[in-house]
């Protein structure tokens, strides 16, 4: 294949429909493959929720067939992204194989793209062939929005965004360690709701605490479009005030508006910073496949589903897990791999019931994010949480929701085991 | 009813897919709960981390007792003194019951056990409770093949009070820190 598969997608579902029609042809001409032999589910996505529901949807039900669709050939994880960033971790810490979901669980992996659901024929279009399903559940993840940075969308290669864990974090930790001390190192957050809260804020915490042992005379100068730091603020303050002071320059009310990839210059309403590292976060919205499907509705940024089966509200016999949900249909949980790995396993609870014609149990979910505020020490969030009756959405029970007593080492420990931990529970 | 949980029974009215061989009870209470555990205790409470500890074939009479503990204060730990809170009583005998019935993993982090006389050392401070084996008994959890850091922090928790409520552990306080590390890295290569 000549084209690049993900720019195909990029521009080909940005696009819309009727770009897609075309490119559409050649699955057209490949049809049907893997021809349904009994119960199906497909699985669109191996990420934190996709993997998650694939394995076990097969635990719970080796009688249904999982396929499962993803476009990489190997995973890699977001959480824990930032300390490669920070170069405390390298990308081979952070890859993993998808080989025991297949030997373990017997998950047909299936490495291809998706470019089209079809919810009436219930089938998927992916560059191999056309694949029918009895149920599908979507994880795809995010997509950038570009329309309000001008001249990013085609300078992501200045201006990389590293926000899906891949070449773009390992570029951004080879920008730093090329970077000259005294060099200005400029990061950009873009108005809530994201994909990982905390995470721009450890991001930030990591690269001043490298700039600060290996590159003093240089700084951080952080764009923040939101009125302040948005997840954990005081204990990432306090962390900031400890230990970077002249390093990090937080700049809330800050939008990036535009770029200039000639100078590697970053706009916004008040100033032209010019860069030597720049790192532009776009906003995000839920994956462009769930847009051209219409499981996004047009207009909206995320796809609005049941809280208690993850099924999507346009289309039946479609789950939608992870970041690409709508959090005003779920209830208010955060974009975080944790809640996807626990929507991944409601939906799996939900797709088996369905399948057998029970009711679907009660979800349950849980999440805690660790963030490291330094090469050493890591403050946290913990909730759980339940359907709220009253308004049919989940809600955090209350006492058991709260922040780490501050940072500690023993967080950033507990961070580590975690991620070792929630890897295994999705791919091993 | 909430709007939700109608809108999965109009689903219903369709006919089951599948009417062959049952599927695991997902409805299972244990089950249904004891998932979240897994993203920090691994799946089934197989652990893979040095700090957290092995949940699946652990004793359900410890695991409920402990998890009270959390929910009380009495032991101090900041996530699970909150994760606690989110399960009553009935619910976490259920959650316990799930993990006792699974097979136990021993940790991956395991060294080479240590030499000298760490081994008549747990004879004498550890076996009354937790069994010849570290097996676990009716006076104490399972230890042996539980990861030697998690071991290492609960003895230095019992010892600085952050743990309390078992009279037994008491014994830690004649331990210095070169003891308990020695006898958690007994333990956790034991097998």
Known sequence: MTIDRRKFLKYGAGAGALGLAGFAAPGLALGQIMPKGGPRVIVVGGGWGGATAAKYIRMQAPAIEVILIEPEPVFRSCPISNWVIGGLKTMDDITMSYDALARRHGVKVIQDSVIAIEPDAKRVRTFGGDIEYDRLVVSPGISFIYDDIADLEFNTDVFPAAWKAGAETQQLRDELQAMEDGGTVVLSIPLGPFRCPPGPYERTSLIADYLRRNKPHSKIIVLDANQKIISKGKMFKAAWDAFYTGIIDYRPDNKVIAVDPATRTVMTDFDEIRADVANVIPPQRANNLLGVSGLRPAGKRWAPVNPVTYESTVHADIHITGDSTDATTVGKVPKSGFIANSMGKVAAGAVVALMYGREPPRPSMANTCYSLVSAEEAISVTAVYDLDDATGKMAAIEGAKGLSPGRSRLTAQNAEDWAKAIWSDMLG | ?191
């Open chain 2, 1 to 191: 009813m909430t709007n939700a949980r109608r809108h999965w029974l109009a689903g219903l009215l369709g006919a089951a897919l599948i009417c062959g061989p049952a599927a695991m009870a997902a409805s299972d209470e244990g089950y249904r709960l004891s998932q979240t555990c897994a993203g920090c205790h691994g799946t089934d409470g197989a652990a893979p981390g040095n700090t957290i500890p092995i949940l699946g074939g652990q004793r359900a009479d410890y695991l409920t007792a402990a998890m009270a503990a959390y929910r009380s204060g009495e032991r101090d730990f900041y996530v699970m003194n909150f994760i606690a809170r989110a399960f009553d009583e009935g619910q976490t005998a259920a959650i316990a019951d799930w993990f006792a019935a699974k097979p136990w993993v021993d940790t991956p982090t395991a060294s080479a056990p240590p030499a000298g006389d760490t081994a008549r050392r747990a004879g004498e401070a550890c076996a009354g409770c937790h069994g010849g084996g570290g097996e676990g008994s009716d006076k104490g959890p399972r230890i042996a093949g539980q990861p030697a850091a998690y071991m290492t922090l609960a003895m230095m928790a019992y010892k600085s009070g952050a743990r309390s409520g078992t009279d037994a552990m008491e014994i830690v306080n004649t331990m210095d820190d070169g003891d308990i590390a020695a006898l958690a890295a007994y333990y956790a290569a034991l097998r």
